[in-house]
C-alpha cells in the first residue's frame, strides 16, 4: 500500500505544515509520500486522479489538516474501491474526528499508516459530499466570519469562532427557510435559528449539535433550533455546546431532532448554508444519505 500524506500548509498554526512534513520524512518509509496543496479544490483533483491514474494499486490518503482538507481528500477519494482515507487533524476545529475519540488517537503517523478500515457514510448535495455537517443559519454567519479571518491571516484561529457568534446575534436570529425531512415539514413558520444536517457531532470546534449522530448508521441527523431571543440564547448555550439540549424539558418547545434519509430545502434568493465549512449560495437544495460510501482508517 502507498500512503500519501496530502498536507495544508495553510491549516493551524504557522509552521505546522513544515514540522509535520519532517516528520513524515523521519518515518524512512518508501511506500509513503507528501503532497503539499497549492489551493482550494487542489486536494480534491489530486486525490482523484491518482486513484484513476493507479487503479490496482491499493493506496491510503492522510488529509493533514482541518476540516476543509479533510473534505476535500474525502470528496476525492469517494467512488473509488482502491483508497482508503485518515487524517492528521491538524486545524483549528478538528470536529470530524471528535466522534472517533478526538484528535489525539489521530495523531501517531505510524498507526495511521497501519490502521484498519471501516466503511462510513457522506453527505451528499448535488455533486458534492459532506463528510461531517451541512448547516444553515446562525451557523452560516458564524462560518462566513470565519472565512473571512482565515483569508486576512493565512490560517484559522480559534478566536475567529467567537467572533462570528458575535456577527450572527447582530445579524442572523430569525432566518427564513424550510426544512422538510423524509416529507415532514418540520417547521411549518418557514423561520428557524439554525438547523445542522449532521454525519457527525460536532460543529465550530466545541458545540456537541448533533449527539446521536453516527456515521455508519444510513441516516442524517437533522437538529433545527426555532427563533428565539438573545437573552434565551445565551441561556441555552452551554447545554447545546455539551449536546445536552436534547434532553432538556426547558428546550423541547425549540428544538426539533430527527433521523432521515433525505433532506429538502427551500429558502429565499441567496441563501447560504455551509458544507464542512464551505459557504455555498443556493436557494433550494436536497441533502441525501450516501451509505457505506469511504473507506475510513482509524487507529485503534
Known amino acids: 500500500m502507498k500512503c500519501i500524506f496530502i498536507v495544508n500548509p495553510f491549516a493551524g498554526v504557522a509552521g505546522g505544515a513544515e514540522?509535520?512534513?519532517?516528520?513524515?520524512?523521519?518515518?524512512?518509509?518508501?511506500?509513503?509520500?507528501i503532497y503539499k496543496t497549492k489551493a482550494p479544490g487542489d486536494?480534491?483533483?489530486?486525490?482523484?486522479?491518482?486513484?484513476?491514474?493507479?487503479?490496482?494499486?491499493?493506496?491510503?490518503?492522510?488529509?493533514?489538516?482541518?476540516?476543509?482538507?479533510?473534505?476535500?481528500?474525502?470528496n476525492g477519494a469517494v467512488g473509488f474501491d482502491n483508497a482508503s482515507?485518515?487524517?492528521y487533524p491538524c486545524g483549528s476545529g478538528n470536529d470530524f474526528v471528535k466522534a472517533f475519540g478526538g484528535a489525539e488517537r489521530f495523531m501517531n503517523l505510524e498507526k495511521l499508516i497501519s490502521a484498519p478500515t471501516r466503511k462510513i457514510d457522506l453527505l451528499k448535495v448535488g455533486d458534492r459530499?459532506?463528510?461531517?455537517?451541512?448547516?444553515f443559519g446562525f451557523d452560516t454567519t458564524v462560518a462566513i466570519t470565519i472565512n473571512k479571518e482565515r483569508e486576512k491571516k493565512g490560517h484559522g484561529?480559534?478566536?475567529?469562532?467567537?467572533?462570528g457568534v458575535v456577527t450572527a446575534l447582530?445579524?442572523?436570529?430569525?432566518?427564513?427557510?424550510?426544512v422538510i425531512a423524509d416529507g415532514e415539514t418540520l417547521n411549518p413558520s418557514g423561520k428557524l435559528l439554525l438547523c445542522t444536517l449532521a454525519n457527525g457531532q460536532y460543529v465550530g470546534g466545541s458545540f456537541c449539535c448533533a449527539p446521536k449522530s453516527k456515521a455508519d448508521d444510513g441516516l442524517i441527523d437533522v437538529c433545527l433550533i426555532k427563533p428565539i431571543s438573545r437573552l434565551r440564547f445565551v441561556k441555552i448555550l452551554k447545554p447545546y455546546t455539551n449536546g445536552e439540549h436534547l434532553d432538556r424539558e426547558d428546550m423541547k418547545d425549540i428544538v426539533t431532532y430527527r433521523q432521515a434519509k433525505k433532506i429538502e430545502i427551500k429558502a429565499p434568493a441567496g441563501f447560504a448554508y455551509s458544507l464542512d465549512g464551505e459557504i455555498i449560495y443556493s436557494e433550494h437544495f436536497t441533502v441525501e444519505?450516501?451509505?457505506?460510501?469511504?473507506?475510513?482508517?482509524?487507529?485503534?
Do not use: H, W
Not at 44 to 71: H, M, W
Not at 129 to 135: F, G, L, Q, R, T
Not at 289 to 300: G, H, R, S, T, Y
Open 85 to 87: 482515507v485518515s487524517c
Open 129 to 135: 459530499y459532506s463528510n461531517n455537517v451541512v448547516n
Open 19 to 33: 514540522n509535520l512534513q519532517q516528520s513524515v520524512v523521519n518515518l524512512n518509509n518508501p511506500d509513503c509520500e
Open 43 to 74: 486536494a480534491t483533483e489530486y486525490v482523484r486522479a491518482r486513484c484513476k491514474s493507479e487503479p490496482e494499486q491499493e493506496l491510503r490518503f492522510i488529509a493533514c489538516g482541518g476540516d476543509g482538507t479533510i473534505n476535500e481528500v474525502f
Open 289 to 300: 444519505i450516501a451509505e457505506k460510501a469511504l473507506n475510513f482508517a482509524v487507529p485503534e
Open 157 to 163: 484561529n480559534k478566536n475567529a469562532y467567537t467572533k
Open 170 to 178: 447582530i445579524k442572523s436570529m430569525k432566518n427564513e427557510c424550510t
